[in-house]
């Protein structure tokens, strides 16, 4: 029995090893799979050496390579122009054949407005001026730098490219909404149920956009920074609909001469949930 | 071996019959799931995982309390387990395959679920999931067989299936540890965001695992000649005694953590558990888990006030109150309240309960006669071989 014990032992410590090893392991592998991430990688993080990186702490410094891109919402303007921000939904989800299943248990949305108190949560909400609380804050996908939704998935349908744009393979995706789970922002949506189905006769996509993919039930989606028209030099839906009211700035947030890194710098912005760690792209005028 | 599930008496049968036809109405169900959609369920935008999920993290649990045989009877050589110790395997690979199983039914594309291993992603809790749960399946599978084919044969196992053996007892840890990390390591749910998560599983699970096999070993003394011995029942009462104290100690850390930090979102899921959460906006109180929850800990209480004393303990028929007690209790708060409650409220503070839908329970049951249905085979054929045996010897 002595003899069985000690070969115990030594399968206990070599998997306890192994377990102190794990998470560093862990680490390089992450580096390597989470694409786009910057060639320095995590590395950069602790070096602090931008700007940012020393205001925020050395741990929570962005990294400044390769293209990032931004949005910045200027709450005022979406205010003085009453229904615009209508505007930005109907043209992101008419282009993105985003079904209108018509219950919120099923409801599927990239985009969508919400008052202040469940954009910011985490913020206090007492005694704050009048016309916060009667605002609307369109809110969508931050295109985290750290996303946990990447983390999270197990088949890297949901990725990061390039361009630091969360995006997902729809053909890949098995969905386990395990990326729902992780997403701090509620910013996925799953599809409950056929999207190219209908009900009562009216089909849950009005108007089929033939340039963009409609989904099959049982995967996930969300906003993609219309990485597709980027590619070919445009803006996104959202940020075209605004038209020049300014009310969308978009940009390559890793460029200092971009207009949306410009109007960072002369503004004070809020992202959602900062002290997460995820880092968003999406910021806020208020 | 595997004949011997094909003899047996009529009530075997019926029994057999009666799991069958609820994994047919399950499976049934389970067709009409697959043609419409996860729709069918009762789970939402708000509430992407339900029952399933919820019954899959219990079960790892179960699966993984194996190693409470395990470890005393091939580690200390605690012979009176040597009687009962395959049954826990046999309960582990049932469990196991439950779980692979609500996984399953789980995915809104089963039909990729190779994707998990055709495109291995470290960096996904759920990846390594995988492994450590197929891994821990095959390594009861071998080690249950091998031991009951000695048995079978008359002869002691042969030395190759140690390694196995012991490999087993830090995997089983493994299950539960990986299945926790699923949760807690997820930013901006903050009711699973607790180190303490992995530990309270695997201590809910020590008390659970052996509850059922308590009361699965008496259950077979009633009707076969198979008796594992009171000695093997006391000590595994123990385990329960210590593992239940801790998980409830663990509970109390919880709440503690929770209420004396007064972070709002350290409380609102433990509010929404136990006593009701307010809408922001409205003012409704939603509850829909408080009296489960509660029964919960009722039931919790009064188990271990049973197992404590000597005289409902040494009693069989309230060792098996207390046990179903037990099982039950942790049921509740694992396989419910852990992985529903964890949705409420939604990162945006919305409030959305959750409600099983019919095709969605039939085919939770479903899921849990496959596995009944699995244990059955397997024990029956465990226990003619040793009843045989033991006869022979
Ligand atoms: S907002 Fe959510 S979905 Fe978008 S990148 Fe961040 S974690 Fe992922
Ligand atoms: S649902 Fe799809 S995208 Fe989300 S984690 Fe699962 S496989 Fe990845």
Redesign the pocket.
């Given at each position: 029995m002595d003899n069985k014990r000690r070969k115990f032992l030594k399968i206990a410590g070599l998997s306890a090893i192994a377990g102190i090893g794990a998470p560093a392991a862990l680490n390089m592998l992450m580096k390597g799979n989470v694409q786009a991430s910057s060639p320095h990688g995590h590395g950069d993080d602790h070096g602090g050496g931008h700007e940012e990186a020393k205001g925020h702490g050395a741990h929570h410094g962005e990294v400044k390579q390769g293209k990032r891109y931004g949005l910045v919402i200027d709450v005022h303007k979406f205010n003085q122009t009453p229904g615009l921000a209508q505007k930005c939904i109907s043209a992101c989800h008419d282009t993105f054949n985003v079904p209108d299943i018509g219950n919120k248990k099923d409801e599927v949305k990239w985009i969508w407005e919400e008052p202040y108190t469940h954009a910011f949560p985490e913020h206090s909400h007492y005694k704050r001026n009048t016309e916060l609380h009667h605002l609307s804050f369109l809110v969508t996908?931050?295109?985290?730098d750290d996303?946990?939704?990447?983390r999270a998935c197990p088949t890297q349908a949901t990725f990061k490219n390039e361009d630091g744009i969360?995006m997902m393979d729809f053909h890949r995706c098995i969905g386990c909404r395990f990326?729902m789970a992780?997403?701090?922002?509620g910013?996925?949506s799953f599809n409950w149920r056929d999207p190219r189905g209908m009900k009562d006769g009216k089909p849950f996509i009005k108007k089929v956009n033939p340039e963009f993919p409609t989904r099959m039930r049982g995967v996930v989606e969300?906003c993609n920074f219309c990485a597709g028209l980027l590619k070919k030099g445009l803006l996104p839906k959202c940020v075209e609909a605004t038209g020049d009211t300014k009310a969308m700035v978009f940009g390559d947030l890793n460029d200092p001469a971009s207009e949306v890194s410009k109007v960072l710098k002369s503004h004070f912005t809020i992202q959602r949930k900062p002290a997460l760690g995820?880092k968003?792209s999406v910021f806020y005028i208020i | 071996m595997l004949e011997k599930a094909l003899q047996g008496n009529a009530k075997y049968w019926s029994w057999v019959g009666f799991l069958l036809s609820m994994m047919g109405l399950g499976a049934f169900c389970y067709v009409l799931q697959f043609n419409y959609g996860l729709g069918l369920t009762g789970m939402s935008r708000n509430v992407s995982w339900g029952l399933y999920i919820s019954q899959f993290t219990f079960l790892v649990g179960v699966a993984a309390s194996a190693v409470m045989l395990v470890l005393p009877y091939y580690l200390h050589n605690f012979k009176e387990f040597g009687r009962i110790t395959i049954l826990g395997e046999f309960l582990a690979i049932a469990s196991v395959s439950m779980c692979l199983l609500f996984i399953m039914t789980d995915l809104g594309q089963p039909i990729r679920a190779l994707n998990v291993v055709l495109h291995p992603t470290p960096h996904s809790i759920l990846f390594w999931d995988m492994i450590v749960l197929n891994g821990y399946l095959f390594l009861n599978v071998v080690v249950g067989w091998v031991a009951l084919n000695s048995e079978y044969k008359g002869t002691h196992p042969p030395k190759w299936v140690y390694p196995f053996v012991y490999l087993s007892i830090p995997w089983a840890v493994s299950i539960h540890t990986v299945t926790a990390f699923l949760y807690c390591g997820l930013p901006g749910r903050h009711f699973w965001m607790t180190a303490i998560l992995a530990p309270r599983f695997l201590a809910s699970a020590f008390a659970a695992g052996p509850a059922l096999l308590i009361i699965l070993v008496l259950l077979v003394r009633k009707f076969s000649s198979f008796d594992a011995g009171d000695k093997a029942i006391n000590k595994l009462v123990t385990v329960i005694i210590y593992a239940g104290l801790i998980n409830f100690f663990f509970v109390g850390l919880e709440l503690f953590v929770g209420y004396y930090s007064n972070i709002p979102g350290h409380m609102h899921t433990l509010d929404y558990l136990f006593f009701g959460l307010a809408d922001h906006d409205t003012g409704i109180i939603y509850n829909n888990l408080v009296p489960w929850m509660r029964t919960s800990v009722i039931m919790g209480v009064i188990s271990l006030a049973l197992f404590g004393c000597k005289k409902t303990r040494n009693n069989s028929g309230m060792l098996i109150v207390a046990c179903a007690l037990m099982f039950f209790s942790l049921w509740i708060d694992k396989g419910l309240g852990l992985v529903l409650g964890g949705f409420v409220p939604n990162p945006l503070e919305y409030i959305t309960e959750y409600v099983p839908s019919i095709p969605e329970i039939f085919i939770t049951l479903g899921v849990w006669c496959t596995g009944f249905f699995i244990l059955t085979i397997l024990y029956k054929v465990a226990i003619s071989v040793k009843t045989e045996a033991e006869r022979l010897s």
């Open positions: 996908c931050n295109h985290c996303p946990p939704c990447v969360v990326c992780a997403c701090p922002y910013s996925r969300k995820t968003p | -």
